[in-house]
């Protein structure tokens, strides 16, 4: 900091809240309703979108404009706002798909990236990859995300380590495997995906680092720096005692 | 908590060790970024004076996150 003088650093700051203000980072949540959506983006970016276990918090398209605090630094007093594209309640009611679909294709062309959660649980992929067939000519800014994870069977997480069984593991190796290839299938083309779990933070790491490849080249430092989460954060306290001891 | 068996330890450092390496890739194309970025405002003069710091010359200017 001492190394940039006064002004190179008022230049600096200055070309980031242009940027920032003409051009603020947006993403496109896509996935049908319960499959964690706004809590991987709560756990990658400190954000706090509304999480619902039962019904969908709202049944309504949203552009959220999510402003997110800086807490120290010159730019303390500044906003930094990540817009998030999202149709919470996509897949629950077959009346109201077609109206989220017609505002995902406005839409979408114009966020940075297109993050698409699945759920680990869920088998049936018809209705994702029907919902992809209408938006395949985006496919080069897309990343899938397999959720929920833990959840996998036999459902026998490690708490203590905070990683899946090994078990678990080869069937999340399998499902990840599987919904690839459902998903070629249907652009005619590998795609990015990544099984994790945004309530233990696993894999998540692997989610964000794949998210920052396929954003635009000049796009990633936006992202990094909003990015609010280690890995390190999800490895209990106990573990790191452990690692530290054995030294 | 009981004590961690051998495997369970290594599992961890495993999986610690791939993370480690996913979140250098990302801080990594992040710099280029941010420097392809001031190139592209006119300020690659700076670039000379912050690469020491790498990524975290984001948050340490800014303070973001």
New interface residues.
């Given amino acids: 900091?001492a190394?940039?003088t006064t002004a190179?650093?008022r230049?600096?700051?200055d070309?980031?809240r242009r940027?920032l203000t003409s051009s603020p980072p947006t993403i496109g949540l896509i996935g049908v309703s319960g499959t964690g959506k706004s809590s991987t983006v709560n756990a990658m970016f400190?954000t706090k979108l509304p999480v619902s276990h039962t019904v969908a918090c709202t049944k309504h398209f949203e552009r959220v404009d999510l402003r997110?605090a800086?807490?120290?630094?010159?730019?303390?007093s500044?906003e930094?706002r990540l817009h998030v594209i999202d149709a919470p309640g996509l897949g629950e009611d077959v009346s109201l798909d077609p109206a989220y679909l017609d505002m995902y294709k406005e839409q979408l062309p114009r966020v940075d990236v297109i993050l698409w959660i699945l759920s680990a649980r869920n088998r049936a992929m018809a209705l994702d990859q029907q919902y992809l067939a209408q938006f395949s000519a985006l496919a080069a800014k897309m990343v899938f995300g397999v959720n929920q994870v833990d959840l996998v069977h036999p459902m026998n997480w490690?708490e203590?380590?905070n990683?899946p069984s090994?078990l678990m593991e080869s069937y999340i190796e399998e499902i990840a495997a599987d919904r690839s290839a459902k998903l070629s299938n249907v652009i005619g083309a590998s795609v990015r995906l990544v099984p994790y779990s945004a309530v233990h933070g696993y894999?998540l790491?692997?989610l964000?680092?794949v998210l920052?490849?396929a954003l635009p080249?000049?796009?990633?430092?936006i992202?990094?720096?909003?990015?609010?989460f280690?890995?390190?954060d999800f490895?209990?306290d106990?573990?790191k005692r452990?690692?530290k001891h054995?030294r | 908590m009981g004590e961690l068996s051998e495997e369970e330890i290594g599992r961890v450092h495993q999986y610690l060790a791939s993370q480690e390496t996913l979140q250098r890739e990302a801080a990594l194309k992040s710099q280029e970024s941010f420097f392809s970025w001031l190139r592209k405002m006119s300020l690659g003069h700076i670039i000379g004076k912050i690469v020491d710091w790498g990524i975290l010359a984001i948050k340490k200017l800014f303070g973001w996150g």
């Fill in positions: 900091m190394d940039l190179e650093f230049q600096v700051r070309a980031m940027t400190k997110l800086i807490h120290s630094g010159e730019m303390q500044e930094v490690n203590a380590i990683l090994t894999n790491e692997r964000f680092t920052i490849a080249e000049e796009r990633r430092w992202f990094h720096g909003l990015k609010a280690t890995y390190r490895i209990p106990s573990v452990v690692l054995k």
